[in-house]
Every structure is written in C-alpha cells, then in structure tokens.
C-alpha cells in the first residue's frame, strides 16, 4: 500500500486520501439507506395513492391523505401530544440527568463503576419486568409512590399516575437516563481537567464555573442525549377511526407498552 | 521580607510523600523556576501555592498572610496550565475578559484591558477568534494574556512552552522574559528543560523526588551544584573520584596521576566535577586518551577515556590545531573550575 502511494503522483495520493472516508463509512451509509431512507421514500410515496377497505392500495397521485393530516384536529391532537410528551422527557431528563452525570464524573474509581451500572440499569431490565415495577409503583391508589407521598405529606389524595401523561412521562424519563447520563458524561470526560481550576483561578465560584464553563461545554452532549431519547419515544400511533370521537383516547394506553423500539 | 514565602511545606498523598521540606522565599518581581525530572513534585508545589491542593504540612504566605486559608477563586494568582485550558466555547477576547468579569470591571475598561493584554502578547487582531483556530503557540499567548490581565500578584506557569516546538519555544522564552521584566510580576515557572530555567530565572529552585536539592541563580547551580543530582541534571559534567590526604602536610587532592594542594574542610574519597568546557589539554594533569572526536561547528567535542573513566572536553574551534583521535594526553582545568563533593562517585 506505501509502496504504491510512493511512486504514485502526489495528486493522486491526494485524491486517495479524500475517498478513504468515504470508503470506510460506506456499509454503514449503505445500511442506513436500505432500511431508513428508502422505505421512508417509499412511504412519502405511498403517502400519495389512494387506499379502500376493498379496493387496497391505488397507485394514484391524491393529495387527499395530506389535506386530512392538515386539516382533521385528530392528527393535530395527537401530533401535540407526543411532542409534548417528548419535550416534557427530555427535560425531566435532562434536569435529573446532567447533575447525574456531573456528579458520576467527580466519583472515584470504584464508585464511579458501581455507579454507572446502577444507572445502566433500565437498560438491562427487560421491558416487561421493567413495566411490571412501574406498575406496582404507580398502581391505583395503593401504589408505593402515592403511599410514600402521602404519608411524606406531600399530598393529601392520590395522584392518578396509571393510564395518564404523567406517569408516562416519568416512565420514559427513566429508561432515557442512561442514554442523557452517558452522552452528558462522554462530554464531560473531553473537558480539560485544569478547566475548572482555570475559572476559579479567575475567580469564578462554582455556581459560575458550571453554568458559564461546564454548561456550555456538555450542551452538544445534551443535544445528542435527546436525539436519542426522541428516537425511543412513543410512536403517535393512530387509533382505529371508530374511538377518534372517545375523548380518553389517551387514557388507554398504558405508559409502557407506547415505548415503540426497544 | 519576602513577598512569597513557603514554610517547610510538605504533601502527602495516602502513605506517599510527594513533597517534603520545601522552604523558599520569594522576592517582589522575581523570575523563579522549578527544576527537576518529571514526577519530582513541581506541578504538586506549585498547585498547593495556587490552592487547588492544600499542604499537608507547613505554610505558605503572601506578604505575610497566610494563603492557604484563602479560597483559590479569592488569592488572585494568575496561572497559565501546561494545557492552557483555555475556554473554548470562547473567543479569545472572551477567555481574557472572563477574569475581569468576575472582578465585576466596568464594560469599558475591560474591552481596553483586554486590548491591551492581547497587544501585549503579539495577538492584536485575534479577539475574535475561537482557541481551536488558532495554533499551539497563539493559544499559549491567549493564557498568558488572561493570566496577566488581572494583575495578579503572582504569575504560576507550569511547563507553558512543553507542547511548543523548539523554535516557536525559543521565541516565547524571549518574549516571556521581556514581558515579565516590563511589567515586574513575581513568576514562578515549572519546567524539566534546564536551558529554560537558566535562561529565563533570576533564581532557579532545583528539585529531586520531593526535596530541594540547590536553590540558587542560574550561574551558580551551574557552576557550583550542591549534589551530584545538580551536576547531572544541570547539563552535561565529568565526576572523577579522587581523595583527600591529610595525614601529610600540605594536604592534598589526588585523582590518579593529577595532584593539587586541597582545599579546606573535606577529608577522605571525594568527587571532583569539572564542567567539560572547563577542561583544558596540558602538559602535566589527568592522562587521558582520545577516543573521538566531533566536529560541530563553533566547538569540538572530544570522548576520552582517562586514568579515571570516561570524560568529556568541549573545545571552542578558535583556529588552534586540536588533538587528533588515539592522541594520548594530559587533562588540566583550573582550582576554580571544579566542585568538590565528600563521597565517591557514582
Ligand atoms: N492526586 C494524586 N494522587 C496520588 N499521587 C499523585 C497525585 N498527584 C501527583 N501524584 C504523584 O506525585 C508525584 C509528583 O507529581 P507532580 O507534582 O505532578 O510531578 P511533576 O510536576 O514534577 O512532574 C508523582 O509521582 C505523581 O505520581
Ligand atoms: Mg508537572
């Protein structure tokens, strides 16, 4: 290979060196437009024939289904409310988690080992068990949190968190954690360790080395944390047309079983 | 009294000693460096002055005051890092200002002061730019400008030139040195590099595995190291063992077939050291054969092998024909040229 580049001109050396990326991130490039971009084309696509209960797919250019995304407040409603639920998740774990990770970064050795398990957890429970546990903890009226909040004198009656935005918004929120802590802390591992003793050489106290230092620094990381906590984020499934008209229809769907890809 | 003054301070990390006994005065607007190997606990001593680590024995003082009961956001030292941990989500005008920032100085006077900080520096023009844009050498000048900007009583560098090549590092010695004589700060610069300490300190602390070896001007730890550690460390040095007799009167100093009247104080196996552009070719002295000889330039480097081991002699090439290679012959230096230390060498 060295011999080649040698006695070959510098150009084409050159020209080589500039392919190389291309050639090495190509499977991966391939893989992701065989099973991401191209069915999503053929959906954008399909988006534009008709469909019948008893006629199937009709490969006809309609504008029809688009004109009832835009204009039925069914699709609206639910479009609102997995961006709510979205935003809502990221920033329960975005508040939670960034400390989470500032924290894990100051551990020493084995502490910080032990540590990061425990908040790999939710990853490596499975779904069901994972549910299940919700479920004990959010259950009616006699689920742990509610017993804990009430005896705490938090709250006088019980929050209904099954079957309602809340606890799924919770729910969610625990199993993107570890997704929010690890990106927060890969970005936190790129500091300069003498960062922060640089600012409070200047004579920043701690509150100001992290938001005007630290912050501004691990924000991409947060960015990256949501990109994948979106990417797991409930799929706006839409209902049989039948219950469009029942106005619980988010009232149906249990926290857990709404998280589409894992 | 002194400005900066260190109290046999020491640093202990679990069961192990990382620095011990280090007393050292420091005056107003003095050049000072610490010297010694890598792991010798310069960056450890100069971050306890800082505050980022507390001593766990002894005191330091600034003008009297006790500094380790100050927190480090509050001494208002001004440190460059070995990394320059600049900020870099800022521009360089930002990185300098910062420090002003948190003095709460008015908008106005900060813009000029830093302006003029990035004058100073050579960075005039780059207040805009983000530290990644900019090279090693420009970002190591963006530190020191916020490290001087706000007027710190004492500057800490620690190895600020080791990741500059060795030209661009020649530079920033010069210009460190001229910036630090014009505006007078008290400097403390760690470094491994003995051609930087010598050439930029008005005192230079020499250090090995915690302790001070010498502590002295740059000419002195030269020509007068206080250990055989210094000798080495502080360029290139011949140990020859010799002994002192003093059971004869006139005592003498003896190392083979060379002999002269000894001086006061030491008795027994000694060590004589003689920097290798002290030594001279003479009639009587030394014998020594030469075993090579190199050309370089504006001297000649000779390897000999004498009556007591292996010795260097540094020539300059001042048109006097030179021994050749095989030639047998007599190495002589002057009484003042050599230290004498008591023990043998190693
Ligand atoms: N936080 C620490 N914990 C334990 N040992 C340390 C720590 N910091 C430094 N050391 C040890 O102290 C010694 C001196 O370190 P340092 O002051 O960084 O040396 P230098 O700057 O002279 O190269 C080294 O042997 C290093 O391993
Ligand atoms: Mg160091």
Redesign the pocket.
């Known amino acids: 290979m060295s011999a080649v580049a040698d006695t070959a001109p510098q150009a084409a050396a050159k020209e080589r060196g500039a392919r190389a990326p291309w050639a090495m991130t190509a499977p991966a490039l391939m893989l992701f437009v065989g099973v991401l971009l191209i069915p999503l084309a053929m959906t954008v696509l399909l988006s534009f024939h008709d469909w019948g209960q008893y006629k199937g797919i009709e490969p006809v250019f309609i504008l029809k289904n688009w004109h009832e995304i835009a204009t039925d407040p069914y699709y609206a409603e639910m479009f609102w409310r997995t961006f709510r639920i979205a935003i809502l998740t990221t920033l329960l774990t975005a508040v939670l988690g960034a400390p989470e990770a500032y924290i894990l970064n100051r551990m020493s050795g084995r502490w910080k080992s032990f540590f990061l398990l425990v908040i790999l957890g939710p990853l490596l429970i499975s779904v069901v068990a994972r549910t299940l546990g919700w479920a004990l903890l959010f259950g009616g009226n006699n689920g742990l949190v509610n017993k804990l909040l009430m005896s705490l004198g938090v709250i006088r009656a019980p929050i209904p968190f099954m079957f309602t935005e809340t606890g799924m918004v919770v729910a969610l929120a625990h199993v993107m954690m570890p997704f929010m802590v690890l990106s927060v802390w890969a970005a936190l591992q790129r500091l300069d360790p003498q960062i922060e003793n640089a600012a409070m050489s200047l004579g920043a106290g701690p509150v100001t080395i992290v938001r005007r230092i630290v912050m501004p620094q691990i924000m991409p990381g947060c960015c990256r944390a949501r990109s994948s906590c979106s990417r797991c984020r409930p799929a706006p499934l839409p209902r049989p047309r039948s219950s469009a008209a029942a106005g619980s229809r988010s009232r149906r769907r249990s926290p857990m079983t709404s998280s589409s890809t894992r | 009294m002194a400005y900066l003054e260190l109290d046999r301070v020491a640093k202990q ?1 679990g069961a ?1 000693t ?1 620095v011990d006994g280090f007393s050292l005065a420091v005056g107003k607007g003095e050049f000072i460096s610490f010297l ?1 190997p ?7 001593t100069l971050q306890m002055i800082a505050g980022f680590l507390d001593p766990t024995r002894g005191a330091i003082r600034l003008e009297g005051k006790d500094l380790t009961a100050i927190h480090p956001a509050k001494r208002g030292l001004g440190i460059v890092f070995q990394s320059y941990a600049l900020f870099p989500h800022m521009t360089a005008a930002e990185n300098v200002a910062f420090g002003l920032e948190m003095r709460n100085v008015p908008r106005s006077e900060r813009a000029e002061r830093v302006r003029t900080a990035l004058a100073m520096v050579g960075l005039a023009g780059y207040e805009d730019r983000h530290p990644r844009r900019m090279s090693g050498g420009q970002q190591q000048r963006v530190a020191l400008a916020r490290a001087l900007v706000i007027k710190p009583s004492v500057l800490l560098l620690d190895e600020p030139l080791s990741n500059l090549d060795a030209k661009l590092r020649e530079e920033m010695q010069i210009e460190l040195r001229q910036i630090q004589r014009t505006i007078g700060t008290t400097t403390i610069l ?1 470094t491994h590099d003995q051609n930087e300490a010598m050439s930029l300190s008005d005192r230079i602390v020499v250090m090995s595995q915690g302790r001070i070896e010498q502590i002295g001007t740059p000419q002195e730890t030269y020509e007068r190291p206080a250990s055989a550690f210094v000798s080495q460390f502080l360029g290139k040095t011949n140990d020859f063992a010799a002994t002192i007799d003093r059971t004869s009167a006139p005592a003498r100093l003896t190392a083979g077939s060379w002999s002269v009247p000894a001086p006061a104080g030491l008795s027994g196996p000694v060590t004589v050291s003689v920097r290798p552009e002290r030594i001279g070719f003479g009639d009587v002295g030394l014998s020594a054969k030469i075993v090579t000889r190199i050309f370089q330039g504006n001297h000649w480097l000779f390897q000999c092998d004498s009556e007591c081991g292996p010795a260097i002699v540094i020539r300059q090439n001042d048109g006097q024909a030179q021994p050749s290679e095989g030639e047998a012959v007599r190495l002589v230096w002057r009484p003042e040229d050599m230290s004498v230390r008591a023990g043998a060498a190693a």
């Open positions: 990390f192990m990382v010694g890598s792991g010798c606990g310069k960056t450890t760690v």
